[in-house]
């Protein structure tokens, strides 16, 4: 069945350091992948997606990379910043045609910046 | 706008008692969403109403019930609470089936 995983449980870098967490799937059918920040007492936050057709997209200081060959998606963000710190999920999607399909989240990783 | 409101944001429950979640959100999506997250473990999918007058079981449905009021609205509902139910509880909503989703605040929950 599909699991999502993460390399890393935690993760803790400098102010501005770049970052990059790791984050594995097992179901080549999933086309879909995002990220997720979850701050202490807060929901998660949608950060950026992925489809399954495209290798690499960018956004306002990150960016997330996928390599569907092995299965392994990576975010990156540049220059972190304090603020940055948060649990961040990945998550996949295996299409189910008209239903639902199956977004399986991962369990996170704890990311810490120290100033 | 708001975005996506939930209520309460913290609750205690004996066994056996019911309560309902309510969600919201503001942002003329079609879909909504009732996850639960526990330590250690990944966002679960509870229930889903992938439009207005739909609603579906998802990953862990035993032990709860939904009801989408509205485009607007969507409740969870507790019959009869079990310790095993206490968790988080994030409502979500997307425009679009399955994308993008935004989440609440969530609400904590515990039963004794």
């Known amino acids: 069945g599909e699991s999502v995983g993460l390399h890393l449980p935690t993760l803790s870098v400098q102010e501005g350091d770049n970052s990059i967490i790791n984050c594995a799937y097992s179901?080549?059918?999933?086309?879909?992948f995002i990220w997720y920040k979850q701050e202490s007492g807060k929901g998660p936050q949608f950060i950026i997606d992925?489809?399954?057709?495209?290798d690499k997209r960018q956004g306002q200081r990150v960016t997330v990379l996928l390599n569907k060959t092995v299965k392994h998606l990576s975010l990156q963000i540049a220059a972190t910043q304090p603020g940055d710190s948060a649990v961040y999920f990945c998550?996949?999607?295996?299409?189910?045609?008209?239903?639902?399909?199956?977004?399986?989240f991962g369990q996170g990783t704890i990311l810490t910046v120290h100033p | 706008n708001a975005g996506v409101t939930q209520t309460p944001k913290f609750q205690v429950l004996k066994t056996g008692q019911s309560m309902t979640l309510q969600c919201a959100q503001d942002?003329?999506?079609?879909?909504m969403y009732w996850y639960r997250q526990d330590p250690g473990m990944g966002l679960r999918l509870i229930y889903y109403?992938?439009?207005?007058?739909?609603?579906d079981k998802g990953e862990v449905p035993n032990g709860y019930n939904v009801s989408r009021l509205n485009k607007r609205e969507f409740s969870l509902r507790l019959e009869s609470a079990a310790p095993s139910q206490t968790s988080v509880y994030f409502c979500?909503?997307?425009?679009?089936?399955?994308?993008?989703?935004?989440f609440g605040p969530g609400t904590r929950l515990t039963v004794t």
């Open positions: 979500a909503s997307s425009l679009r089936f399955t994308y993008e989703q935004y």
């Open positions: 992925i489809r399954s057709n495209m």
């Open positions: 942002m003329n999506h079609n879909s």
């Open positions: 998550a996949s999607l295996v299409p189910g045609g008209t239903s639902y399909g199956k977004l399986t």
């Open positions: 109403s992938a439009s207005e007058g739909t609603t």
């Open positions: 179901n080549s059918a999933s086309d879909y």
